[in-house]
């Protein structure tokens, strides 16, 4: 036993020092110190017989120092040993470095010849091709050798060359002809697709993509290439031609609605309103499975409360009543009892309604989890009245009830929230520190945010002033009171001007101005942060709204272009970098792949 235990230190030690030894002459290499590199692949090539891995290392080392007869000596010696064609590639390859492409060409030309003797060497010969650039031959060697071996597979190798060639829709093919057989691999693809397609229907290689796609459907039909076109389309958001594919999808399979289901909430987020509403429509016709139909006619009803005037809002309240009465107050109706408080108090402005409502809701035997969704929106409803201290006890039983939840963080988030609402600052920081480290993404983003918020503001003055101005007019905007909300933002950027809560006073109004179709003033506000605050934090969000406000509203592109070229040049750790970078290209007319 202890024998045994020996050797297989040994054999562990051993190899250890031989992965050290490849690490570090791939350094030698890396850094071009090539007779370093060369003493080491030696080293290990002794110790590895039969390594083509080392053996291809100390030939190309060879190469890059121009001591081509003893890369050639080598591969001659590999040539007699090996069956392998590949090394007849290298052959040539030595011969063009030397400037001699007659010969070069004659042993490409016999690594050829072997593969239709011998196709099963394809894929080594073709890759050596590829790794010497030559990739005409490499090509020719793939293809050939599906030809002759149809069992072969090398439309992904094949795509990947047609990328770099610009050979556009023989890549598109190929990346489909290789899926066809890989499924697992359809993710891959569109991230492949992503590279060279745009938001642009028009784009040349968009066009090309979907006649690619389409083809296949009418050809081969598979609810793949449905699935892929439906994914450019959204890709483009065209979200009505996306669900016309799921629909076709769903109509053949049978199987799941969640594609139609995540369309419809896509186009729902996207302010599609008309393909949203044919979509959750659709769904209330055709499932079975009362969540989903429950579920659409709640998003019905939000679009309706969101793109109707007030003069609808005694009817969307009936709809919400008489589904509460047909499915009742239980666990499974949780979602639409959050959605009919919400615009009780929110939308037709009755938040003592909404509190009844919900008070009488909790009082039914409810899961933990629906009871703290509840009261989470119970907590925000009291906000809304400025009952701040009632809010937070319902806040904190959520805490107690499921700790470590998402939900509870939500309900800390809030917790903090309200005290920076109230004016309490000191507490609001203390609970936003404990959630920058949330599991949940998005409220540690938020929270960090608001942290920031306080803390570079807070040191001003001892007063406190300007937050507390500021943090009411935050709280004006969740209560629907804009008017209100930039009158005091107004009373900030007037009396305030010294102090850097004014950047985001001026970034916090210029998105109500948006919201309330102030294009001008928005601009404004915008190009004052630009101007008086270019190296501060908000410098870049004020950069990328201008330009979107330049490019979506007011249709003057070319403005646009210079203020994505700051964030890409100036701000190269923003979060809207790429994005900037992708419409920057497009702007300047690149070719985006």
């Known amino acids: 036993m202890k024998r045994l235990l020996i050797i297989i230190l040994c054999f562990c030690c051993f190899n250890l020092s031989a992965q050290e030894e490849d690490d570090l002459a791939k350094d030698y290499f890396k850094r071009g110190e090539f007779e370093k590199a060369l003493v080491t692949y030696q080293k290990l090539y002794e110790n590895n017989k039969g390594s083509s891995k080392y053996l291809l290392r100390i030939i190309e080392i060879y190469q890059q120092l121009e001591q081509f007869p003893e890369a050639e000596a080598l591969i001659q010696n590999q040539i007699k040993k090996s069956k392998n064609p590949q090394y007849l590639v290298e052959l040539g390859y030595n011969y063009q470095l030397q400037n001699n492409q007659e010969q070069a060409d004659y042993y490409y030309n016999q690594a050829k010849l072997k593969i239709e003797e011998n196709p099963v060497y394809g894929f080594y ?107 450019l389309f959204i890709q483009q958001r065209q979200y009505n031609k996306a669900f016309a594919q799921e629909k076709a999808i769903y109509k053949r399979e049978q199987e799941s609605l969640q594609g139609i289901i995540d369309l419809g909430l896509m186009a729902k987020d996207e302010n599609d309103v008309e393909t949203a509403t044919s979509i959750f429509n659709y769904l209330i016709e055709t499932a079975f499975d009362t969540s989903i139909i429950l579920e659409s006619h709640r998003q019905l009803l939000e679009i309706a409360q969101d793109t109707n005037n007030q003069k609808e809002f005694d009817n969307i309240k009936a709809q919400y009543e008489s589904l509460l009465r047909d499915y009742g107050i239980h666990a499974d109706t949780v979602e639409l009892q959050l959605s009919y408080a919400h615009f009780l108090a929110f939308y037709l402005n009755k938040p003592n309604d909404a509190i009844t409502f919900l008070k009488q809701a909790l009082n039914s035997s409810l899961p933990r989890v629906s009871q703290g969704k509840l009261k989470l929106k119970l907590g925000d409803v009291l906000v809304m009245q400025e009952k701040f201290n009632e809010a937070l006890i319902y806040y904190s039983q959520i805490q107690t009830s499921l700790k470590n939840s998402k939900i509870s963080q939500q309900a800390r988030f809030r917790v903090a929230k309200t005290s920076y609402y109230k004016g309490d600052f000191k507490w609001a920081e203390s609970q936003l520190k404990i959630l920058k480290a949330s599991t949940s993404q998005l409220i540690a983003n938020d929270a960090l945010d608001l942290k920031l918020l306080i803390s570079d503001n807070k040191l001003d003055d001892s007063t406190h002033t300007a937050l507390k101005l500021y943090s009411k007019a935050d709280l004006y905007i969740f209560q629907n009171k804009k008017k209100e909300a930039l009158t005091l933002l107004d009373q900030i950027i007037a009396n305030h001007k010294t102090e850097s809560i004014m950047d985001q006073a001026l970034l916090l109004q210029a998105k109500i101005y948006e919201e309330e179709k102030d294009f001008e003033k928005a601009e404004a506000n915008y190009l004052s942060i630009i101007a008086n605050y270019r190296d501060d934090i908000l410098a870049d969000d004020a950069l990328y709204a201008l330009a979107e406000l330049y490019v979506n509203v007011f249709e003057q592109p070319e403005k646009a272009k210079p203020l994505y070229e700051q964030i890409i040049f100036n701000h190269a750790d923003s979060i809207y970098f790429v994005e900037a970078r992708k419409k920057f290209r497009q702007l300047r007319g690149d070719d985006i792949n």
């Open 125 to 231: 010969v073709a890759r050596r091709f590829e790794e010497r650039s030559l990739l005409d031959n490499a090509v020719y060697v793939y293809e050939k050798s599906m030809e002759l071996r149809p069992k072969s597979n090398y439309h992904f190798q094949l795509a990947k060359i047609y990328g770099e060639q610009q050979k556009t829709e023989k890549m598109f093919n190929s990346y489909v002809s290789f899926i066809n057989t890989n499924k697992a691999y359809i993710n891959q693809a569109k991230r492949a697709f992503s590279d060279y397609i745009t938001d642009d229907a028009e784009n040349e290689n968009n066009i090309v993509l979907r006649k690619v796609l389409l083809k296949k459907i009418q050809t081969e039909p598979n609810t793949l290439w449905n699935q892929l076109l439906s994914w």
